[in-house]
Antibody, heavy 122, light 106 residues
Framework: EVQLVESGGGLVQPGRSLKLSCAASGFTFSNYYMAWVRQAPKKGLEWVATISTSGSRTYYPDSVKGRFTISRDNAKSSLYLQMNSLKSEDTATYYC???????????????WGQGTLVTVSS | DIQMTQSPSLLSASVGDRVTLSCKASQNIYKYLNWYQQKLGEAPKLLIYYTNSLQTGIPSRFSGSGSGTDYTLTISSLQPEDVATYFCQQYNSWYTFGAGTKLELK
């Protein structure tokens, strides 16, 4: 059974940093692209970052480019999101997600974790 | 950026009804369209990918259709467990989600 478990969320002041982690199990982690998706309270979903199987390629929307860094450790089956220069608008539940297949860069998000809440406030 | 517009934002229907949710893209997305279901307090779940492919384990009462800029999710016979918010997502140009349609029982 595919499992994704996020951790590392919490309350952080504007301008500070936070690192999220996602522990994966139940599949061969190194074979799949992985992503982070966020959802502001009672709002819609926003794609935040995607990383290739090896970690050599990363992709971001303009809203977080230059502030957020996605990374992975295939030996530990773990995904990370380093978030710097946090803003109040980054307040959201952050979900770790796995791609549907092993073959394409852009793929549906077939499996999701339960999310970790990040609150940016002074 | 590709914008996704879902309608209606709120839909009330009765058990057994045929329900249709709409999603419109701001440009042609060549069927690169997914549907997700999110129940209260839970993570989203992939229902339909590439317009009309049913994800493993999803009941056959869910189906998708569309092309170009206009797409539809249909529930053939609404069940109580289908109460949720439904999001469409384009992946022709990275990823953009619609704002969602909240489906409730009448």
């Amino acid at each position: 059974e595919v499992q994704l478990v996020e951790s590392g969320g919490g309350l952080v002041q504007p301008g500070r940093s936070l690192k999220l982690s996602c522990a994966a199990s139940g599949f061969t982690f190194s074979n799949y692209y992985m992503a982070w998706v966020r959802q502001a309270p009672k709002k819609g979903l926003e794609w935040v970052a995607t990383i290739s199987t090896s970690g050599s390629r990363t992709y971001y929307p303009d809203s977080v480019k230059g502030r957020f860094t996605i990374s992975r450790d295939n030996a530990k089956s773990s995904l990370y999101l380093q978030m710097n220069s946090l803003k109040s608008e980054d307040t959201a539940t952050y979900y770790c997600a796995r791609s549907l297949t092993t073959v394409v860069t852009r793929d549906p998000f077939a499996y999701w974790g339960q999310g970790t809440l990040v609150t940016v406030s002074s | 950026d590709i914008q996704m517009t879902q309608s209606p934002s709120l839909l009330s229907a009765s058990v057994g009804d045929r329900v249709t949710l709409s999603c419109k893209a701001s440009q042609n997305i060549y069927k690169y369209l997914n549907w997700y279901q999110q129940k209260l307090g839970e993570a989203p779940k992939l229902l339909i990918y590439y317009t009309n492919s049913l994800q493993t384990g999803i009941p056959s009462r869910f189906s998708g259709s569309g092309s170009g800029t206009d797409y539809t999710l249909t529930i053939s016979s609404l069940q109580p467990e289908d109460v949720a918010t439904y999001f469409c997502q384009q992946y022709n140009s990275w990823y953009t989600f619609g704002a969602g349609t909240k489906l409730e029982l009448k």
